[in-house]
T-cell receptor
């Protein structure tokens, strides 16, 4: 119930292409879904987040799509650049009670020229 | 400069020694967290604290201890009972009234 399943484990995308990372969850109490970006040797940085009252949120080249009925959400990186090469983590949280974030296992993205 | 500070960046210890990792934040956040990161394992929660003088075990608390004597500080002690202590340790904090959680730069601990 507490798991967030993330796929794929690794992803190689051509420069200018679209990177898509998917996550699925079971706990219907989750009401906050962030994505984090982590470069090697650094702490994860909050990239973008969504709540279940909207189906999509866009910030620059990064978009979260959310499907409440399927209990799935995904990160789309448009016009992927070599500088986007990093590990991406999805997460979920039930804000009621302020429980800790539950993280997916991460996706290592490589954007090649 | 506001943020979360973890020190040192790299830490080396001999097996059998306890070691304490520092985490300080000046964001006035109530909640603080410790995660362990291993390759391919994602982020696993060790301990978290929502208020001073109170903390809860996470998924992998065995072999670790914490204290929360001040709002801005949440040190983690890796004890000799932790069987595989070599890892990247991340501290995070969040305000109780909002969902966002922010991470520090991490400490890489190597035990030989």
């Amino acid at each position: 119930q507490q798991q967030v399943k993330q796929s794929p484990q690794s992803l190689i995308v051509q420069k200018g292409g679209i990177s898509i990372i998917n996550c699925a969850y079971e706990n219907t109490a989750f009401d906050y879904f962030p994505w984090y970006q982590q470069f090697p040797g650094k702490g994860p940085a909050l990239l973008i987040a969504i709540r279940p009252d909207v189906s999509e949120k866009k910030e620059g080249r990064f978009t979260i799509s959310f499907n409440k009925s399927a209990k799935q959400f995904s990160l789309h990186i448009m016009d992927s650049q070599p500088g986007d090469s990093a590990t991406y983590f999805c997460a979920a949280r039930a804000f009621s009670g302020n429980t800790p974030l539950v993280f997916g296992k991460g996706t290592r993205l490589s954007v090649i020229a | 400069d506001g943020g979360i500070t973890q020190s040192p960046k790299y830490l080396f210890r001999k097996e059998g020694q306890n070691v304490t990792l520092s985490c300080e934040q000046n964001l006035n956040h109530d909640a603080m967290y410790w995660y362990r990161q291993d390759p391919g394992q994602g982020l696993r929660l060790i301990y978290y604290s929502q208020i001073v003088n109170d903390f809860q075990k996470g998924d992998i608390a065995e072999g670790y201890s914490v204290s929360r004597e001040k709002k801005e500080s949440f040190p983690l002690t890796v004890t000799s009972a932790q069987k595989n202590p070599t890892a990247f340790y991340l501290c995070a904090s969040s305000p109780l009234e909002r969902s966002e959680q922010y991470f520090g730069p991490g400490t890489r601990l190597t035990v030989t």
